[in-house]
């Protein structure tokens, strides 16, 4: 296990619905782990995992936001216009 990394941490939870779920952090991304309770065949996964940008608490009010990514500005002059 020496060759092991370690990437954080998960911490166990209840979803909205009161299923249970892990989520943590690895860097500015927020980690969501839920069991697939679609799962009809055995080649379908057991979990699914979802990344979020990281909340961050605004410091006057204390209260957690997410920040927004700016939305892109097309170049005019590039051959491809998005």
Same mark, same amino acid.
């Given at each position: ?29 927020? /980690?969501?782990?839920? %069991?697939?309770?679609? =799962? @009809?065949?055995?080649n379908q996964?057991? $979990? &699914? /995992?979802?990344?979020? %940008?990281?909340?961050? =608490? @605004? ?5 957690? $936001? &997410? ?14 216009p998005f």
């Open positions: 296990m020496n060759d092991m990394i370690e990437l954080g941490g998960l911490w166990s939870g209840k979803d909205k619905n009161g299923n249970s779920m892990m989520s943590g952090y690895l860097g500015n991304a927020k /980690l969501l782990i839920f %069991k697939n309770t679609f =799962k @009809d065949a055995k996964p057991d $979990y &699914r /995992l979802f990344v979020t %940008k990281k909340e961050r =608490k @605004d410091e006057a009010n204390g209260k957690a $936001y &997410r920040e927004k990514t700016p939305a892109p500005v097309a170049d005019e002059n590039a051959d491809i």
